[in-house]
Each structure stands twice: as structure tokens, then as C-alpha cells.
């Protein structure tokens, strides 16, 4: 299967475009299209050589607070020997343009488009640029909640072309997710997966749940039932939503219609506030 993913290249538009755009946050959800992700809008990371961000999402209070992700956009020669600075924090890398070569334990994966690896906490990696055309990933980052009984994850690198698609039930094959981990292994308590649509597929219902998510869309359009509204989203537009925001969608076509999708899961709300302490109870 080949697939051609979108990335951004930056720039800024011209003085002579329009202002409208379809850039919002609400107390909901947040939608980032792809035409915001220009050069002024950039970070950098401390340890990395020849490298920018376009930050999508990050840890707010009240209203979504577990992962951040980066889209990293590294020039030849570039990367780090010294990528990940918070020693609690996992990882997702997913390739959408050009080549990394990611070394885990000294042993040396080159990562096409496509291309997937989970990273958990405290592994030994590094990330490089060595070939002759930029390389843009998704960085995908979480801070692991260990759970007393439960093992480490292991570290995943594999390619999306590698892993079947798992059709939803009843949907007569046109809506499918790409999953790279076992659902049933709970010493995961985040999944990035792949979410397919064919052209006129939808999400029937709206899904209402305690999941955050990061959608960033690969390829196609649709339309996003989002809270109250409908939005627009094309390939590079990003959806970033809270606990349970009401969410559907149409696949619009022509082509498929295909998203990163980011969720916590496996583990218990943590409690906090009113009812967190048995002192003084009577």
C-alpha cells in the first residue's frame, strides 16, 4: 500500500490573501488548518540541530491535559543525540516526509514515510536526518502512568504498510483503523492509530467519551460534527478535543479520507479534590 501523506512546508501567504481562515478554539475543542502552520509560528528544542516545530497541542488546564504533539521538521544533517529531556515522558514517532534514522539501543531503523515507533519511558534513542531531503514526523509525547504489577511497554518500530487495517463492525469495510498496539495490552495507556474513511463513509453516531484526542488529517476531507457545529477539514487540518466533546463525521471524498488519531486509555480517573482523602470521614 502506498499512501502520500500531508506535511507543511511553512512560508507565509501574501499580503494581497484574505484574513478569513477557519482557525478556532473553543471551550470544546480547537481546529488548526493547515494554512496557520507558517515559519512565525515555529519553536525550537533545545539539543536539536537544523530543526523547527509546529506545536499543535500542549497540556492546558480544564481542557486538555495529557500529551503534547509536534509536527518536527528536520534538514539534512540534521536531529539530536539527546531528543527527549523529561525522563517520565513516551513517545510516538510517525514519518509523513522523507527519512529518519532512528537509533534505539545503538541499533540503527530507518523510518520512510509511514514509518511508526514507540519509544517508551527512559529509552535509550537518538533521531537523524541523513539523507538529502527534509524529513517531517509527528511527535506524539505523554507522560506514562506506570501501574504497580504492570511492565514497561516494549518499544514498537514498524510501518504503517505493515500492519492491517481492523474493519469497525457493521460498516461494510469503509471505515477501518490502522492499530499498532495490541488494544488488549494494557500496559499502554496511549494508542496513536490510523483512522480510515472511503469516500461517503461517516462516524453514525456522536461519539461522546472520556478519551482526549489529537486528529490530524493525512489525506481527504470531511466534514467534523464537533460539539454543536460542523466543520471543514481538509489533509493538514488538525482537531484537538477534550474529554467528551461530542464528535461525528462525513467522509467527503473523492478519495479516502484518513487521520492520526491520539487517545489516553487503560487507566484509572485520577481522583483529586472533594472525596481524595478518608481524614476526618465519619
Known amino acids: ?5 500531508y506535511a507543511p512546508t511553512g512560508g507565509h501567504p501574501g499580503q494581497d490573501q484574505l484574513l478569513t481562515d477557519r482557525a478556532m478554539f473553543t471551550q470544546a475543542y480547537a481546529v488548526i488548518p493547515k494554512g496557520t502552520m507558517r515559519d512565525i509560528v515555529t519553536s525550537f528544542l533545545p539539543f536539536w540541530d537544523k530543526t523547527r516545530l509546529w506545536v499543535l497541542s500542549r497540556p492546558l488546564s480544564g481542557f486538555s491535559e495529557t500529551f503534547s504533539q509536534y509536527i518536527m521538521e528536520v534538514a539534512p544533517g540534521g536531529g539530536s543525540e539527546r531528543p527527549e529531556t523529561d525522563t517520565s515522558a513516551q513517545g510516538v514517532l ?3 516526509e522523507g527519512t529518519a534514522t532512528l537509533t534505539v539501543d545503538g541499533v540503527a531503523h530507518p523510518l520512510e514515510p509511514g514509518g511508526y515507533a514507540y519509544l517508551p519511558p527512559q529509552t535509550d ?5 541523513q539523507g538529502a531531503e527534509m524529513l517531517r514526523f509527528h511527535w506524539i509525547r505523554k507522560a506514562y502512568e506506570a501501574v504497580e504489577g504492570l511492565d514497561m511497554p516494549d518499544v514498537i518500530i514498524t510501518n504503517e504498510k505493515d500492519v492491517a487495517p481492523t474493519v469497525m463492525p457493521e460498516t461494510d469495510g469503509k471505515w477501518a483503523t490502522t492499530r499498532f498496539v495490541d488494544p488488549s495490552d494494557l500496559r499502554h495507556d496511549m494508542h496513536v492509530t490510523i483512522v480510515t474513511f472511503e469516500p461517503g463513509a461517516v462516524i ?3 461519539e461522546t467519551h472520556v478519551m482526549e484526542h489529537g486528529l490530524y488529517v493525512l489525506e481527504g476531507k ?3 460534527k464537533l460539539n454543536q457545529d460542523w466543520v471543514e477539514v481538509e489533509a493538514g487540518d488538525y482537531m484537538w478535543l477534550r474529554a467528551f466533546c461530542p464528535q461525528a463525521c462525513y467522509a467527503g471524498g473523492p478519495g479516502k479520507f ?5 487517545k489516553d486509555v487503560n487507566r484509572h480517573m485520577p481522583l ?9 470521614a465519619r
Not at 500500500?1 to 501523506?5: E, G, N, R
Not at 534513542?125 to 536526518?129: F, I, M, Q, R
Open 94 to 96: 510517525f514519518v509523513v
Open 222 to 224: 470531511a466534514v467534523y
Open 272 to 280: 483529586r479534590g472533594f472525596g481524595h482523602s478518608l481524614a476526618g
Open 1 to 5: 500500500m502506498s499512501a502520500k501523506y
Open 258 to 262: 484518513r487521520y492520526l488519531l491520539y
Open 125 to 129: 534513542w537518538t533521531l537523524h536526518n
Open 204 to 206: 453514525p453516531f456522536l
